[in-house]
C-alpha cells in the first residue's frame, strides 16, 4: 500500500519533486568526481615504460612511522628512498632473479651551440642514467654502440633527432657540475611500444652515471629481470623476505611507474591530498542541500500531509511514505549523476594539468567505486533528510494538523535552536584561536570553525532571515512604497521559505571565501616575506630544473661578490607527542649554504643567530616552533625526505617561515638525504661599492659553464614568486569552483521551487486588482532583500576567522581579500538569486488568475 501511494504521489507530483532530484543529481556527480580525483591519487598515473621489461623494481623506504609510547603513526614519503648498492648483489642472489640491476637518475642535458638546452618531449627535463640499466626497457641500439669509456654518451632516439645529433658527434652536456664535451657514441630506442618515452634519457658508463648521480654509494632503484616461469608477485615477495634490509619495497606491475617517474609520484600525493582534504566537505555540503531541498518539498505539501494525518494514518505509515519516497528519487537520481560526475572529473584533470599540478599524460582511473560512493552517500543524505522533515509531520495530533498546516507556523524547534548556537559558539571559539597560539592547529581550527559558523548560520536561518527583514523593513518600504510593503511583509510570514533559499545562497558566499581568501592571504604574505627577506642584489635559476651546485662557490669567489648562498628546496615531516599520541607535521624547508647566509637573506630572526647553524642543527620559523614546542637550544625530531630520523638542535627562530619555508637547514643535509641535485636558486649579493654592471656581466659568463643558468634582479625574482603564488591559488580555486557551481544550482533550484510554489498566491493578487506588473515589482524588491541578506550575512559570518588567520599569519588584522575576486563572488550570486526568483515569477504569471487560483498546490 505504502509503494502504491509513493507511485500515485511521484505521478501526481513530478513538478513538486524535480527540486529534490536535481539537488540529488548534482550531489551524485560532484561526489563521484571528488572520488575519482581520490581513486587517481591513490593509482599508477601514467604507465610503466624505461621499467618494462623489468618484472620487479626494488624501491627504498616509502614510509615512516613516529612511535610515541604504545601509539604508531606512519606517513608516506613524497618520493621513495634510495637504495644502497651493497644491497644489488643480495637482491640478484634471490632465488628466481636473473639479472639486479641498479638505476640511478640525475638531471642530464644537451646543450645546443647557442647555449640553450634541449627539452624532452612535452618540455620536460631529460635525466641521465647508466647503460647497465638500458635492459629494463629494454632499449635498443639502432645506431652505434653502447659507451666503454667516460666521456662516452648513448642517446635515446627521440631526443637525438630534436637535438640533430647521430653517432661520432661530439656534443656538449649538462649535467650536476660545469658542462663537459662527450662524444654520442650510439642511439637507443626501446623495443616495445611506439618508440617514444616521456622522459628524455642518456646512458653514460656505469662509473661516470655513479660520480655524476652526486651519491655513488646509492641507487634510485634496483630492476630485476625475472628467470622464465618465475612469476613476479611471488618474486617480489620473496625479495622483501629474504633480502636483510627491512626498508626494501618491491613492486609489479603499475606500481613500477610511481618509482620511475617522481613528477607523477607528487602529482599522485597532491592529489590525495586535495580530494581527503575537501571529500568530506563535500559530502557535507552535499548532504546539508539535499537536506534543506527535501524539506522544502515537505514544507509546501505540508496540507496533503495533513490531510492524511487527519484521516487516520499513522505515524509510522508517514514515516514508511516519505522514506520510500526519498528512496527511488535518490536512486534514480544518484545513478543518472554519476555519467555527469564522470565528465566533471575530466574537466578537472584538463584543468590541473594546465595549471601545472599534474603532468600532461596523467591518466584519470574511472572506476565504479566512486560511483557506487556517490549512490550511497546521496541516498544516505535523502533517507535522513526525508525521516527529519517527516518528525515534524507526524509530531502533532490528527485534529490539529490541518489548523497547523494552515498558516506557516513561526520560531523553530528548541533543540534545533540551542543546536544552532552551540555551533555558532564553538565556529567563533575556534575562530580565535590564532589570537592565542601561534601553532598550525590555530589556523587550521580558525578555518574549520569559520565553515561551522556559517553551517549554524543556516540552521538558524528562520530566525536570521526574520531579524535581517525587520532590519531592512524601513528603508524598504520608504524606497519602493507599496511593493516595498508588500514584500517586507511576505518575507517576515514566509521566513522559513525564504530561509531554504537564502542558507545555501550564504553558505556558498561564506564557504568560498573561507578556501580562497586564507590561500590569497598566504601568497600574498609569503611574497611579501621573500621580497623583504632577499637582501641579495642577483638570483641565479636554472632552465634545467636548478643550477648545478658548484655554481654556488663559483659565483661567491667571483670578483665584486660578498655572499653567495646555494638554495635547495624539500619537503620534510616533523612530529611530537601530543595528548599521548604522535602528530606528524608536512613543513617546506630550504637547504642553504651557511656561509654568509645572513648577508643574502633576512629571515627576520627572533631569537639566537643563523650564524651558528652547521651540521646538527635548524632554524625553524616561529610557527613550526609553536607547533613543535621547541626553542633555541632544544632538539627537535625531523624525518627528512628519505625517511631518516633526525633531532638537531634549534639554532634560530625566524619570523619569515611563509617566504623561505618553516625549516632550515645545512645543504649537506639536505642532499645526503634526498634525490635533489641541483640548487633551486642561488641568492648573490654584491660587496659594499662594488660595480653591479661588472658583477651581473661576471654572473652571466657562469652560463658558458653551466648552462641553462639564468640571473634575475628584484624585479625578476618577484615576478617569479608572483607566478608560483597564482599557481597555488589556481589549484586552491579549481575544486573549489566546482564545489560554488554546485551550491549556486542548488540555491537556483531551491529558490524556484520556493517561487513556483507561490503560483496561488500570484493569482489572488491580481484577482483583488494587482496588475501583473506591481507583482513583479514586488517581486524585485523581494529578490533584492534575499540577495543583500545572503551577501552581507555571507560576508560578516567567516570575516572573523578570516581577520585572526591573517593576524596568525602575517601579524596584520587586514586578509589579502582581492577587489576582483570578491566582486566575483558577489556578482555571480547575485545574479543566481534574482534570476531564480523572477524568471519562475514571470513564467507563473503567464497563466491567467482564474485559472491559476484554481490549480492544485
Same mark, same amino acid.
Given at each position: 500500500?505504502?509503494?502504491?501511494?509513493?507511485?500515485?504521489?511521484?505521478?501526481?507530483?513530478?513538478?513538486?519533486?524535480?527540486?529534490?532530484?536535481?539537488?540529488?543529481?548534482?550531489?551524485?556527480?560532484?561526489?563521484?568526481?571528488?572520488?575519482?580525483?581520490?581513486?587517481?591519487?591513490?593509482?599508477?598515473?601514467?604507465?610503466?615504460?624505461?621499467?618494462?621489461?623489468?618484472?620487479?623494481?626494488?624501491?627504498?623506504?616509502?614510509?615512516?612511522?613516529?612511535?610515541?609510547?604504545?601509539?604508531?603513526?606512519?606517513?608516506?614519503?613524497?618520493?621513495?628512498?634510495?637504495?644502497?648498492?651493497?644491497?644489488?648483489?643480495?637482491?640478484?642472489?634471490?632465488?628466481?632473479?636473473?639479472?639486479?640491476?641498479?638505476?640511478?637518475?640525475?638531471?642530464?642535458?644537451?646543450?645546443?651551440?647557442?647555449?640553450?638546452?634541449?627539452?624532452?618531449?612535452?618540455?620536460?627535463?631529460?635525466?641521465?642514467?647508466?647503460?647497465?640499466?638500458?635492459?629494463?626497457?629494454?632499449?635498443?641500439?639502432?645506431?652505434?654502440?653502447?659507451?666503454?669509456?667516460?666521456?662516452?654518451?648513448?642517446?635515446?632516439?627521440?631526443?637525438?633527432?630534436?637535438?640533430?645529433?647521430?653517432?661520432?658527434?661530439?656534443?656538449?652536456?649538462?649535467?650536476?657540475?660545469?658542462?663537459?664535451?662527450?662524444?654520442?657514441?650510439?642511439?637507443?630506442?626501446?623495443?616495445?611500444?611506439?618508440?617514444?618515452?616521456?622522459?628524455?634519457?642518456?646512458?653514460?658508463?656505469?662509473?661516470?652515471?655513479?660520480?655524476?648521480?652526486?651519491?655513488?654509494?646509492?641507487?634510485?632503484?634496483?630492476?630485476?629481470?625475472?628467470?622464465?616461469?618465475?612469476?613476479?608477485?611471488?618474486?617480489?615477495?620473496?625479495?622483501?623476505?629474504?633480502?636483510?634490509?627491512?626498508?626494501?619495497?618491491?613492486?609489479?606491475?603499475?606500481?613500477?611507474?610511481?618509482?620511475?617517474? !617522481?613528477?607523477?609520484?607528487?602529482?599522485?600525493?597532491?592529489?590525495?591530498?586535495?580530494?581527503?582534504?575537501?571529500?568530506?566537505?563535500?559530502?557535507?555540503?552535499?548532504?546539508?542541500?539535499?537536506?534543506?531541498?527535501?524539506?522544502?518539498?515537505?514544507?509546501?505539501?505540508?496540507?496533503?500531509?495533513?490531510?492524511?494525518?487527519?484521516?487516520?494514518?499513522?505515524?509510522?505509515?508517514?514515516?514508511?511514505?516519505?522514506?520510500?519516497?526519498?528512496?527511488?528519487?535518490?536512486?534514480?537520481?544518484?545513478?543518472?549523476?554519476?555519467?555527469?560526475?564522470?565528465?566533471?572529473?575530466?574537466?578537472?584533470?584538463?584543468?590541473?594539468?594546465?595549471?601545472?599540478?599534474?603532468?600532461?599524460?596523467?591518466?584519470?582511473?574511472?572506476?565504479?567505486?566512486?560511483?557506487?560512493?556517490?549512490?550511497?552517500?546521496?541516498?544516505?543524505?535523502?533517507?535522513?533528510?526525508?525521516?527529519?522533515?517527516?518528525?515534524?509531520?507526524?509530531?502533532?495530533?490528527?485534529?490539529?494538523?490541518?489548523?497547523?498546516?494552515?498558516?506557516?507556523?513561526?520560531?523553530?524547534?528548541?533543540?534545533?535552536?540551542?543546536?544552532?548556537?552551540?555551533?555558532?559558539?564553538?565556529?567563533?571559539?575556534?575562530?580565535?584561536?590564532?589570537?592565542?597560539?601561534?601553532?598550525?592547529?590555530?589556523?587550521?581550527?580558525?578555518?574549520?570553525?569559520?565553515?561551522?559558523?556559517?553551517?549554524?548560520?543556516?540552521?538558524?536561518?528562520?530566525?536570521?532571515?526574520?531579524?535581517?527583514?525587520?532590519?531592512?523593513?524601513?528603508?524598504?518600504?520608504?524606497?519602493?512604497?507599496?511593493?516595498?510593503?508588500?514584500?517586507?511583509?511576505?518575507?517576515?510570514?514566509?521566513?522559513?521559505?525564504?530561509?531554504?533559499?537564502?542558507?545555501?545562497?550564504?553558505?556558498?558566499?561564506?564557504?568560498?571565501?573561507?578556501?580562497?581568501?586564507?590561500?590569497?592571504?598566504?601568497?600574498?604574505?609569503?611574497?611579501?616575506?621573500?621580497?623583504?627577506?632577499?637582501?641579495?642584489?642577483?638570483?641565479?635559476?636554472?632552465?634545467?630544473?636548478?643550477?648545478?651546485?658548484?655554481?654556488?662557490?663559483?659565483?661567491?669567489?667571483?670578483?665584486?661578490?660578498?655572499?653567495?648562498?646555494?638554495?635547495?628546496?624539500?619537503?620534510?615531516?616533523?612530529?611530537?607527542?601530543?595528548?599521548?599520541?604522535?602528530?606528524?607535521?608536512?613543513?617546506?624547508?630550504?637547504?642553504?649554504?651557511?656561509?654568509?647566509?645572513?648577508?643574502?637573506?633576512?629571515?627576520?630572526?627572533?631569537?639566537?643567530?643563523?650564524?651558528?647553524?652547521?651540521?646538527?642543527?635548524?632554524?625553524?620559523?616561529?610557527?613550526?616552533?609553536?607547533?613543535?614546542?621547541?626553542?633555541?637550544?632544544?632538539?627537535?625530531?625531523?624525518?627528512? !625526505?628519505?625517511?631518516?630520523?633526525?633531532?638537531?638542535?634549534?639554532?634560530?627562530?625566524?619570523?619569515?617561515?611563509?617566504?623561505?619555508?618553516?625549516?632550515?637547514?645545512?645543504?649537506?643535509?639536505?642532499?645526503?638525504?634526498?634525490?635533489?641535485?641541483?640548487?633551486?636558486?642561488?641568492?648573490?649579493?654584491?660587496?659594499?661599492?662594488?660595480?653591479?654592471?661588472?658583477?651581473?656581466?661576471?654572473?652571466?659568463?657562469?652560463?658558458?659553464?653551466?648552462?641553462?643558468?639564468?640571473?634575475?634582479?628584484?624585479?625578476?625574482?618577484?615576478?617569479?614568486?608572483?607566478?608560483?603564488?597564482?599557481?597555488?591559488?589556481?589549484?586552491?580555486?579549481?575544486?573549489?569552483?566546482?564545489?560554488?557551481?554546485?551550491?549556486?544550482?542548488?540555491?537556483?533550484?531551491?529558490?524556484?521551487?520556493?517561487?513556483?510554489?507561490?503560483?496561488?498566491?500570484?493569482?489572488?493578487?491580481?484577482?483583488?486588482?494587482?496588475?501583473?506588473?506591481?507583482?513583479?515589482?514586488?517581486?524585485?524588491?523581494?529578490?533584492?532583500?534575499?540577495?543583500?541578506?545572503?551577501?552581507?550575512?555571507?560576508?560578516?559570518?567567516?570575516?572573523?576567522?578570516?581577520?585572526?588567520?591573517?593576524?596568525?599569519?602575517?601579524?596584520?588584522?587586514?586578509?589579502?581579500?582581492?577587489?576582483?575576486?570578491?566582486?566575483?563572488?558577489?556578482?555571480?550570486?547575485?545574479?543566481?538569486?534574482?534570476?531564480?526568483?523572477?524568471? !519562475?515569477?514571470?513564467?507563473?504569471?503567464?497563466?491567467?488568475?482564474?485559472?491559476?487560483?484554481?490549480?492544485?498546490?
Amino acid at each position: 500500500m505504502i509503494f502504491r501511494l509513493v507511485r500515485m504521489t511521484l505521478r501526481e507530483r513530478k513538478s513538486g519533486l524535480v527540486g529534490a532530484f536535481v539537488a540529488l543529481f548534482g550531489a551524485a556527480a560532484l561526489v563521484t568526481a571528488f572520488g575519482i580525483l581520490l581513486q587517481s591519487g591513490i593509482g599508477s598515473g601514467t604507465p610503466t615504460q624505461r621499467y618494462a621489461a623489468a618484472a620487479v623494481i626494488v624501491s627504498g623506504e616509502e614510509s615512516f612511522k613516529v612511535h610515541d609510547g604504545k601509539k604508531t603513526k606512519e606517513k608516506p614519503l613524497a618520493e621513495p628512498a634510495p637504495v644502497s648498492r651493497e644491497l644489488i648483489a643480495a637482491i640478484g642472489r634471490v632465488p628466481g632473479v636473473a639479472k639486479a640491476v641498479g638505476d640511478v637518475s640525475f638531471p642530464a642535458h644537451l646543450v645546443r651551440e647557442s647555449g640553450e638546452l634541449v627539452a624532452g618531449e612535452d618540455g620536460r627535463p631529460s635525466v641521465g642514467h647508466g647503460w647497465d640499466s638500458a635492459v629494463l626497457a629494454p632499449f635498443a641500439l639502432t645506431a652505434g654502440r653502447a659507451p666503454q669509456r667516460a666521456g662516452e654518451v648513448v642517446i635515446d632516439a627521440g631526443l637525438a633527432e630534436r637535438a640533430g645529433v647521430e653517432p661520432g658527434r661530439r656534443v656538449k652536456l649538462a649535467a650536476t657540475g660545469p658542462a663537459a664535451e662527450f662524444e654520442v657514441t650510439g642511439v637507443a630506442a626501446p623495443k616495445s611500444g611506439d618508440g617514444s618515452l616521456r622522459t628524455a634519457s642518456l646512458f653514460f658508463t656505469e662509473a661516470q652515471a655513479a660520480t655524476l648521480s652526486g651519491d655513488p654509494e646509492k641507487v634510485n632503484a634496483v630492476g630485476v629481470v625475472a628467470a622464465p616461469g618465475t612469476d613476479p608477485e611471488e618474486l617480489a615477495e620473496r625479495i622483501e623476505h629474504e633480502v636483510p634490509d627491512k626498508g626494501l619495497h618491491a613492486h609489479t606491475g603499475p606500481e613500477r611507474s610511481q618509482v620511475e617517474n !617522481p613528477d607523477v609520484a607528487t602529482a599522485r600525493s597532491d592529489l590525495q591530498e586535495l580530494a581527503g582534504s575537501l571529500g568530506a566537505v563535500v559530502v557535507l555540503i552535499a548532504m546539508i542541500v539535499v537536506a534543506s531541498t527535501l524539506a522544502l518539498g515537505v514544507h509546501q505539501r505540508r496540507r496533503e500531509l495533513a490531510l492524511l494525518r487527519a484521516v487516520a494514518a499513522t505515524p509510522r505509515q508517514i514515516y514508511k511514505m516519505m522514506a520510500a519516497e526519498a528512496l527511488l528519487i535518490s536512486l534514480v537520481a544518484a545513478v543518472l549523476g554519476c555519467l555527469p560526475g564522470m565528465l566533471v572529473a575530466g574537466l578537472m584533470r584538463v584543468a590541473l594539468t594546465t595549471i601545472g599540478i599534474l603532468p600532461d599524460d596523467f591518466e584519470f582511473s574511472y572506476g565504479v567505486l566512486p560511483m557506487v560512493v556517490a549512490v550511497a552517500v546521496c541516498v544516505l543524505a535523502a533517507e535522513v533528510a526525508a525521516l527529519g522533515v517527516a518528525r515534524k509531520a507526524v509530531a502533532i495530533r490528527p485534529v490539529e494538523a490541518m489548523g497547523e498546516a494552515a498558516v506557516e507556523q513561526p520560531g523553530l524547534s528548541r533543540g534545533r535552536v540551542m543546536f544552532g548556537v552551540l555551533l555558532f559558539v564553538l565556529g567563533a571559539a575556534a575562530s580565535l584561536l590564532p589570537l592565542f597560539f601561534g601553532s598550525i592547529f590555530a589556523v587550521a581550527g580558525a578555518g574549520s570553525g569559520g565553515l561551522v559558523m556559517v553551517v549554524a548560520i543556516l540552521l538558524l536561518g528562520p530566525p536570521v532571515v526574520a531579524l535581517s527583514t525587520r532590519l531592512l523593513a524601513g528603508p524598504v518600504r520608504r524606497r519602493t512604497g507599496p511593493h516595498g510593503f508588500l514584500a517586507v511583509a511576505n518575507t517576515r510570514a514566509h521566513a522559513r521559505r525564504l530561509a531554504a533559499g537564502i542558507g545555501p545562497l550564504t553558505l556558498a558566499i561564506g564557504f568560498a571565501l573561507v578556501q580562497l581568501v586564507i590561500p590569497t592571504t598566504t601568497s600574498a604574505a609569503a611574497q611579501d616575506q621573500a621580497e623583504q627577506g632577499i637582501v641579495a642584489d642577483f638570483t641565479l635559476t636554472g632552465t634545467g630544473g636548478g643550477v648545478p651546485l658548484p655554481a654556488a662557490a663559483e659565483a661567491a669567489r667571483l670578483p665584486g661578490v660578498a655572499a653567495a648562498t646555494g638554495i635547495v628546496r624539500v619537503e620534510l615531516s616533523a612530529s611530537r607527542k601530543l595528548l599521548d599520541s604522535p602528530e606528524i607535521f608536512k613543513y617546506q624547508a630550504q637547504g642553504v649554504t651557511p656561509g654568509g647566509l645572513a648577508a643574502t637573506m633576512d629571515l627576520k630572526v627572533t631569537e639566537g643567530s643563523v650564524d651558528g647553524l652547521k651540521d646538527g642543527t635548524v632554524a625553524l620559523s616561529g610557527g613550526a616552533a609553536n607547533t613543535l614546542g621547541v626553542g633555541v637550544g632544544d632538539r627537535t625530531r625531523l624525518h627528512l !625526505p628519505d625517511g631518516v630520523e633526525y633531532k638537531p638542535v634549534v639554532v634560530a627562530v625566524y619570523d619569515r617561515g611563509l617566504g623561505f619555508g618553516d625549516v632550515t637547514l645545512p645543504q649537506q643535509t639536505v642532499l645526503a638525504h634526498s634525490t635533489r641535485r641541483l640548487n633551486d636558486s642561488v641568492f648573490v649579493k654584491a660587496a659594499p661599492g662594488a660595480d653591479k654592471g661588472a658583477v651581473e656581466e661576471a654572473l652571466r659568463g657562469l652560463g658558458g659553464r653551466y648552462p641553462g643558468t639564468e640571473v634575475l634582479d628584484e624585479a625578476g625574482l618577484s615576478a617569479a614568486q608572483e607566478g608560483q603564488a597564482t599557481s597555488s591559488v589556481l589549484s586552491s580555486a579549481l575544486p573549489l569552483a566546482l564545489i560554488f557551481g554546485y551550491l549556486a544550482i542548488a540555491v537556483a533550484n531551491t529558490l524556484v521551487m520556493a517561487t513556483l510554489g507561490r503560483v496561488r498566491e500570484f493569482a489572488l493578487l491580481r484577482l483583488v486588482g494587482a496588475p501583473a506588473q506591481q507583482v513583479m515589482r514586488m517581486m524585485r524588491v523581494e529578490a533584492g532583500i534575499v540577495v543583500i541578506i545572503a551577501v552581507v550575512v555571507g560576508t560578516v559570518v567567516p570575516l572573523l576567522p578570516l581577520v585572526t588567520v591573517s593576524l596568525g599569519l602575517t601579524g596584520s588584522p587586514v586578509p589579502h581579500i582581492p577587489p576582483l575576486l570578491y566582486l566575483g563572488i558577489v556578482a555571480l550570486t547575485t545574479a543566481i538569486g534574482a534570476l531564480a526568483v523572477l524568471l !519562475p515569477t514571470r513564467w507563473a504569471l503567464r497563466t491567467p488568475p482564474v485559472l491559476a487560483i484554481g490549480l492544485r498546490e
